[in-house]
């Protein structure tokens, strides 16, 4: 089974979906599960995890409300305010919900480099474990020596890194991002999205090749065992096709194991989102 462990929904607002600029443009319109089955069914694609991608309690319904009626949708990665000191009676109105895997925090967009390790944030992670809620992490490169530390205080808890943490390919950097990645992998409970990579190269001219050094390392920092295939749809459709997306990461695990290559595509996001 193929599952894609990260893509998003959305009806299309300007105001809400801000962050869509005007080189992103071919995305200012709405995606819903209709234009995703068509996809999926165009790519042998047999199911997904709908992540948030707007920070409301709104958007939780909109996606349970949405995973109800498609059944390819087989989690939610939803959104709750982790620094709510009464965070945990959300958490409890969503274990109601069994599609609804765990939760995730726009930390990119965060001023403050080290957003992770706040008091009050750090208490709202400290409750995901009795919920056996999962927590994405979605941060740029200079946040990851806070997301080291941050993992580190719960080594029972569920964590991802969404689009391998954004590296900036387009630039070249490499060497900083690498050396943490190491080091983040070593935590047993840490897993990587193998997804976003497109985006962080250059939009037009991106090549696997220039893409290929750091999935290379992805690879040796988590291990097959703790990777997860992921599209980043429709965001991807800024830099490529969803065709383009898969091939990317179809072939760079061509020569693994077969066990291992049925991990990366689906048994490991069956697994860490119970799905």
């Known amino acids: 089974m193929i599952i894609d462990s990260h893509q998003h929904f959305w009806k299309y607002e300007v105001e809400k979906h801000d962050w869509i600029d005007d080189e992103m443009s071919v995305i200012r319109k709405n995606f819903l599960p209709s234009d995703l089955e068509k996809v999926y069914k165009n790519n042998g694609i047999d199911g997904c995890v709908a992540v948030q991608a ?21 989690g939610i990665v939803g959104w709750v305010d982790l620094k709510n000191s009464a965070v945990e009676s959300d958490l409890e109105k969503y274990n109601d919900f069994s599609k609804m895997k765990g939760f995730r925090h726009v930390v ?53 890194i969404d689009h391998i943490a954004k590296p900036y390919i387009k630039d070249g950097f490499y060497d900083g991002w690498a050396a943490l990645m190491l080091e983040i992998g070593k935590q047993e409970n840490v897993f990587c999205k193998l997804s976003g990579m497109i985006t962080e190269a250059d939009y037009k001219d991106w090549t696997p090749k220039q ?25 991807c459709l800024v830099a490529g096709e969803y065709k383009s997306v898969k091939k990317l990461v179809f072939d760079f695990i061509q020569n693994l194991s077969r066990i291992e290559q049925e991990a990366i595509l689906g048994k490991n996001a069956i697994t860490f989102y119970n799905l």
């Not at 409301?56 to 087989?74: C, D, M, P």
Request: glycine content about 6%; proline content about 5%.
């Open 211 to 235: 893409i290929t050094p750091y999935m290379d390392l992805v690879l040796k920092a988590f291990g097959a065992g703790r990777i997860l295939f992921g599209s980043d749809w429709p965001v």
């Open 108 to 160: 990119q967009g965060e001023a403050d480099h080290n957003f992770l390790l706040r008091p009050d944030f750090l208490r709202g992670i400290s409750l995901l474990e009795k919920y056996n809620y999962t927590y994405d992490i979605l941060v740029f490169p200079h946040q990851l020596g806070s997301v080291l530390e941050f993992v580190k205080r719960f080594p029972n808890q569920k964590f991802v």
């Open 54 to 74: 707007d920070q409301t309690l709104e958007e939780n319904k909109f996606l349970i409300e949405l995973a109800e009626q498609h059944n390819f949708i087989k």
